[in-house]
Protein backbone atom coordinates (compact mmCIF):
# COMPACT_ATOMS: atom_id res chain seq x y z
CA UNK A 1 0.00 0.00 0.00
CA UNK A 2 1.25 3.65 -0.64
CA UNK A 3 0.41 5.91 2.07
CA UNK A 4 -0.28 10.10 1.08
CA UNK A 5 -0.26 12.13 3.84
CA UNK A 6 -0.73 15.82 3.28
CA UNK A 7 0.22 19.60 5.23
CA UNK A 8 0.32 23.01 4.49
CA UNK A 9 -2.87 24.43 3.72
CA UNK A 10 -4.80 27.23 5.70
CA UNK A 11 -5.90 30.67 4.81
CA UNK A 12 -4.54 33.49 2.50
CA UNK A 13 -5.55 36.55 0.97
CA UNK A 14 -5.79 37.12 -2.40
CA UNK A 15 -1.94 37.51 -3.89
CA UNK A 16 -0.66 35.56 -0.51
CA UNK A 17 1.09 32.24 -1.11
CA UNK A 18 1.54 28.80 0.26
CA UNK A 19 3.06 25.70 -0.26
CA UNK A 20 1.37 22.57 0.23
CA UNK A 21 3.59 19.09 0.93
CA UNK A 22 2.94 15.57 0.52
CA UNK A 23 4.94 12.79 2.24
CA UNK A 24 4.79 9.21 0.59
CA UNK A 25 5.38 5.95 2.00
CA UNK A 26 4.67 2.36 2.01
CA UNK A 27 5.29 1.03 -1.31
CA UNK A 28 6.23 4.13 -2.82
CA UNK A 29 8.37 1.76 -5.99
CA UNK A 30 4.30 1.42 -7.03
CA UNK A 31 4.53 5.16 -8.31
CA UNK A 32 5.59 6.31 -11.11
CA UNK A 33 4.31 10.17 -11.07
CA UNK A 34 2.61 12.19 -8.25
CA UNK A 35 0.30 15.50 -8.40
CA UNK A 36 -2.28 17.68 -6.71
CA UNK A 37 -5.85 17.24 -7.42
CA UNK A 38 -8.18 19.92 -5.75
CA UNK A 39 -12.00 20.23 -5.66
CA UNK A 40 -13.95 22.95 -4.79
CA UNK A 41 -17.56 23.12 -3.82
CA UNK A 42 -20.01 21.66 -6.29
CA UNK A 43 -17.18 20.73 -8.61
CA UNK A 44 -15.52 18.26 -10.01
CA UNK A 45 -12.27 16.87 -8.76
CA UNK A 46 -9.50 18.54 -11.35
CA UNK A 47 -5.84 18.42 -11.90
CA UNK A 48 -3.92 20.97 -10.88
CA UNK A 49 0.11 20.05 -11.55
CA UNK A 50 1.93 16.58 -12.18
CA UNK A 51 5.61 15.73 -11.82
CA UNK A 52 6.96 11.94 -13.19
CA UNK A 53 9.89 10.62 -11.81
CA UNK A 54 11.82 11.79 -14.29
CA UNK A 55 10.74 15.53 -13.07
CA UNK A 56 8.89 16.45 -16.07
CA UNK A 57 5.79 18.71 -15.19
CA UNK A 58 1.95 19.65 -16.24
CA UNK A 59 0.05 22.35 -15.16
CA UNK A 60 -3.49 23.59 -15.74
CA UNK A 61 -3.46 26.37 -17.87
CA UNK A 62 -5.43 28.27 -14.98
CA UNK A 63 -2.19 27.91 -12.50
CA UNK A 64 0.46 28.35 -15.25
CA UNK A 65 2.88 30.80 -14.21
CA UNK A 66 1.57 30.79 -10.07
CA UNK A 67 2.21 27.50 -9.26
CA UNK A 68 5.68 25.24 -8.91
CA UNK A 69 5.56 21.38 -8.37
CA UNK A 70 8.65 20.23 -7.42
CA UNK A 71 9.70 17.09 -5.57
CA UNK A 72 12.42 15.73 -3.29
CA UNK A 73 12.90 11.73 -4.13
CA UNK A 74 15.40 11.48 -1.32
CA UNK A 75 12.51 12.33 1.24
CA UNK A 76 9.87 10.65 -1.14
CA UNK A 77 7.76 14.27 -0.99
CA UNK A 78 6.43 16.22 -3.40
CA UNK A 79 5.57 19.68 -3.06
CA UNK A 80 3.32 22.58 -4.40
CA UNK A 81 4.17 26.35 -4.26
CA UNK A 82 1.32 28.79 -4.87
CA UNK A 83 1.68 32.28 -5.36
CA UNK A 84 -0.49 34.97 -6.47
CA UNK A 85 -3.26 33.33 -5.07
CA UNK A 86 -7.05 34.18 -6.37
CA UNK A 87 -10.28 33.49 -4.17
CA UNK A 88 -11.44 30.36 -7.16
CA UNK A 89 -8.36 28.57 -5.98
CA UNK A 90 -10.33 27.59 -2.93
CA UNK A 91 -10.60 24.31 -2.95
CA UNK A 92 -9.63 20.99 -1.41
CA UNK A 93 -6.42 20.02 -2.02
CA UNK A 94 -5.36 16.29 -2.66
CA UNK A 95 -2.53 14.83 -3.24
CA UNK A 96 -2.15 11.91 -5.85
CA UNK A 97 -0.07 9.14 -6.59
CA UNK A 98 -0.17 6.86 -9.87
CA UNK A 99 1.22 3.79 -10.61
CA UNK A 100 0.38 0.26 -11.94
CA UNK A 101 -2.47 1.98 -13.31
CA UNK A 102 -3.52 2.70 -9.78
CA UNK A 103 -4.26 6.14 -8.19
CA UNK A 104 -3.70 6.44 -4.34
CA UNK A 105 -4.88 9.90 -2.62
CA UNK A 106 -3.89 11.74 0.41
CA UNK A 107 -6.74 12.83 2.78
CA UNK A 108 -7.04 16.11 1.14
CA UNK A 109 -6.39 19.61 2.95
CA UNK A 110 -8.51 22.86 2.72
CA UNK A 111 -6.86 26.11 0.96
CA UNK A 112 -9.18 28.90 1.12
CA UNK A 113 -8.06 32.46 -0.36
CA UNK A 114 -9.86 35.47 0.33
CA UNK A 115 -10.53 38.66 -1.20
Known amino acids: QVQLVESGGGLAQAGGSLRLSCAAS????????MGWYRQAPGKQRESVAT???????NYADSVKGRFTISRDNAKNTVYLQMNNLKPEDTAVYYC?????????WGQGTQVTVSS
Open 96 to 104: NGFGQQRHY
Open 26 to 33: GSIFRINS
Open 51 to 57: ITSSGIT
